[in-house]
């Protein structure tokens, strides 16, 4: 076995492989760029060695920079997480000259495997079901077009070398076949640097399954389930399970038996993955295998208690696996939610910036449920523009899937993050939907269910009802502790603290009134018996557990103008408390109109500007393309939301922008 191995990424990842490392007894090295300088897999680790700046293509994919890190800390192999080298065999083979091991698979799979191209004409051979397609090269985006219309839409372009939904497309005409080809090609330069794409059938109704496999050198391929894995956004996987929740026994074996036999037809060793499309007949179609660990593992970890890094570094170490097939069980159920830097609100566009609080829920299990969340940052760490937006994977296990997705719930109702933009209120309300709690999914389900995008969830009365409560005691306990101020007038402050108090909350007025007796709050609504609620809020917290009636609510609270913002199940709302006075003068102030933004295009968030299609002066229809914004290793492409006349263009190609810097002005 190891006794030193250095991991070749960073964030959470890095930090998972340390994890397992120290349990085994292993040393671990860091490597780290200008921006991680500070990074929780650089505090955690063992050694760290700097390795360049903060571009990912001047450090972390700079293989002789790693190979310069094993040589002056000893280490006798590399562990490259997910990402970066993971799966470029020009590495592995470096290493090996250099004579440290790789825990990974071996060159001959790499090569295979990271070829979409090659992988599926030896998934034909080796006897998996595969999508029709266009295997070869294309030339231009006239001969993808033709392409693509020859295989019938809608088809998907991909990039060869791609991974994790960069360049790739879906198309659905010629047009779009063309501009797909050309973004998706010019992503796979800048991403993987290799530009072939290649074209295949789109599925519709697709569900996205994948088999976790894990093999050895003695032969021996073992495969651990299924993941589902359809909720995704723009080809990123959000939201992933096991099992599926769509698969019968039938269909999980010959899955898992055809990707064990791809996996032998490579001489597959280490833990790789097999993806499939699968229609709504449970037919299923060979997709690509990754041959690295998943981002999705920890939810196959958590049904089967296998560790897939260990079994990565034990395999690496000639060790034989010490399982079998008969031996994998799929016990209970697991759910993953990807937090991500990036704003549901504006279309899920990235977010930069320092986590001025981060407070993940409390791991461990308790009553047969289990909280796991891996992550690379705490409190105060920066989410930075070089790298992927993902901050932390939030995982639940129990024993029954609706069990899973409730306690996941209440997880993401508990995690506080506050300094980026994120995405917790769209996983928040995503497992309130009843298409998801159902398990009637697909690839296109955010896009079908959030066509205009995501918004704050609308209350139902029982959210207002629970709203108003959660209000009247935070006011209550605001006021409370108001009244104790050393100079303040006590009578006139506990006479206000227990008068009725108005609610106003999504364009209702609820009148309510609070006694307390010790710890316990008994709270009056308009027509109802006392309700007894206590609370453990303590005035400055942003998040308060209420228990009402016996159930309890975990709710995020952030003072607001007059009252609260409170946050809960996806539902985001301005909560005002008043004296009835105070109420009846604020129904007479006007409201505030926001500003008029109709004549500008703002960057819609932190980035570069690739290129600007357009000039000053040109008369612009809708629909038309205007500039292409890269942020996060995504290009991303803005288009004239109506008929206009670009006035100004005060930026060009090149330039870094801030999210809502004017990009251009049209004449009004």
């Given at each position: 076995m190891f006794s030193k191995i250095l991991i070749a990424n960073r964030g959470e990842i890095a930090c998972r492989v340390i994890k397992t490392a120290k349990k085994m007894g292993i040393a671990t090295v860091a490597v780290y760029s200008d921006a991680d300088r500070d990074a929780e897999h650089v505090r955690l680790a063992d050694e760290a060695v700097h390795i360049g700046a903060a571009p990912a293509n001047q450090s972390y994919l700079i293989p002789e920079k790693i190979i310069a890190a094993c040589k002056q800390t000893g280490a006798q192999a590399v562990h490259p997480g997910y990402g970066f080298l993971s799966e470029r065999a020009s590495f592995c083979e470096a290493l090996e000259a250099e004579g440290i091991a790789f825990i990974g698979p071996k060159v001959k799979a790499i090569e295979?495997?990271?070829?979409?191209?090659?992988?599926?004409?030896?998934?034909?051979?080796?006897?998996?079901?595969?999508?029709?397609?266009?295997?070869?090269?294309?030339?231009?985006?006239?001969?993808?077009?033709?392409?693509?219309a020859e295989i019938g839409y809608p088809v998907m372009i991909k990039a060869s070398a791609g991974g994790g939904g960069k360049g790739m497309r879906i198309a659905w005409n010629d047009a779009e076949a063309r501009e797909g080809f050309t973004r998706s090609k010019s992503e796979a330069a800048s991403s993987f640097g290799d530009d072939r794409i290649f074209i295949e059938k789109f599925i519709e109704e697709p569900r996205h399954i994948e088999i976790q496999l894990i093999g050895d050198s003695f032969g021996n391929v073992i495969y651990l389930g299924e993941r589902e894995c359809s909720i995704q956004r723009r080809n990123q996987k959000v939201v992933e399970e096991a099992p599926s929740p769509f698969l019968d026994a039938e269909t999980r074996k010959a899955m898992g038996e055809q990707s064990v036999a791809l996996a032998k037809a490579v001489d597959y060793q280490s833990a790789g993955t097999v993806e499939f499309i699968v229609d709504k007949n449970r037919k299923f179609y060979f997709l690509e295998m990754n041959t690295r660990l998943q981002v999705e593992h920890p939810v196959t970890e958590l049904i089967t208690g296998v560790d897939l890094v260990e079994q990565m570094i034990r395999v690496a170490a000639g060790e034989k696996l010490a399982f079998t097939q008969a031996d994998v069980k799929l016990n209970g159920w697991a759910v993953e939610s990807r937090l991500y830097a990036e704003d549901p609100y504006r279309n899920f566009l990235p977010s930069i910036g320092r986590l001025t609080r981060y407070r993940p829920p409390q791991e461990g299990t308790i009553?047969?449920?289990?909280?796991?969340?891996?992550?690379?940052?705490?409190?105060?760490?920066?989410?930075?523009?070089?790298?992927?937006?993902?901050?932390?994977?939030?995982?639940?296990?129990?024993?029954?899937?609706?069990?899973?997705?409730?306690?996941?719930?209440?997880?993401?109702?508990?995690?506080?993050?506050?300094?980026i933009g994120h995405n917790l209120p769209f996983l928040s309300a995503l497992m309130q939907h009843p298409r998801w709690r159902e398990g009637r999914l697909s690839t296109g389900f955010i896009a079908e269910e959030y066509p205009e995008g995501f918004g704050p969830v609308p209350p139902d009365d029982a959210t207002v009802e629970r709203f108003a409560i959660a209000s009247l005691l935070l006011s209550h306990i605001h006021g409370e502790r108001n009244a104790q101020i050393s100079g303040a007038r006590f009578s006139q402050a506990e006479k206000r603290a227990h008068e009725d108090k108005v609610v106003r909350?999504?364009?209702?007025?609820?009148?309510?009134?609070?006694?307390?007796?010790?710890?316990?709050?008994?709270?009056?609504?308009?027509?109802?018996?006392?309700?007894?609620?206590?609370?453990?809020?303590?005035?400055?917290?942003?998040?308060?557990?209420?228990?009402?009636?016996?159930?309890?609510?975990?709710?995020?609270?952030?003072?607001?103008?007059?009252?609260w913002r409170l946050r809960q199940l996806g539902v985001d709302v301005r909560v005002q408390v008043f004296s009835p006075r105070i109420a009846e003068l604020a129904r007479l102030m006007p409201e505030k109109v926001a500003p008029d933004t109709s004549a500008f295009l703002l960057c819609p968030m932190p980035g570069l500007i690739v290129s600007i299609a357009v000039s000053?002066?040109?008369?612009?229809?809708?629909?038309?393309?205007?500039?292409?914004?890269?942020?996060?290793?995504?290009?991303?492409?803005?288009?004239?939301?109506?008929?206009?006349?670009?006035?100004?263009?005060?930026v060009k190609a090149g330039d870094s922008l801030a999210v809502d810097e004017i990009i251009m002005e049209f004449a009004k």
């Open positions: 295979a495997m990271g070829d979409k191209i090659t992988s599926k004409k030896i998934a034909a051979e080796a006897g998996v079901s595969t999508v029709p397609g266009h295997m070869g090269l294309i030339d231009d985006e006239a001969h993808a077009a033709r392409i693509a009553d047969g449920i289990t909280i796991r969340n891996d992550t690379g940052v705490t409190e105060g760490s920066e989410i930075s523009m070089f790298y992927d937006p993902m901050v932390a994977k939030l995982c639940t296990h129990a024993p029954t899937r609706m069990e899973a997705i409730d306690a996941m719930a209440d997880a993401l109702d508990r995690f506080e993050v506050e300094g909350i999504a364009g209702q007025e609820i009148v309510g009134h609070i006694d307390d007796t010790d710890d316990v709050f008994m709270v009056r609504l308009p027509g109802q018996e006392p309700l007894s609620v206590t609370t453990d809020w303590t005035p400055g917290a942003r998040l308060a557990i209420f228990d009402i009636d016996g159930a309890s609510h975990a709710i995020k609270v952030e003072p607001a103008d007059a009252g000053e002066g040109d008369e612009v229809q809708e629909g038309q393309t205007l500039a292409i914004v890269e942020a996060m290793k995504m290009e991303n492409v803005l288009k004239a939301e109506r008929k206009g006349v670009v006035s100004r263009i005060p």
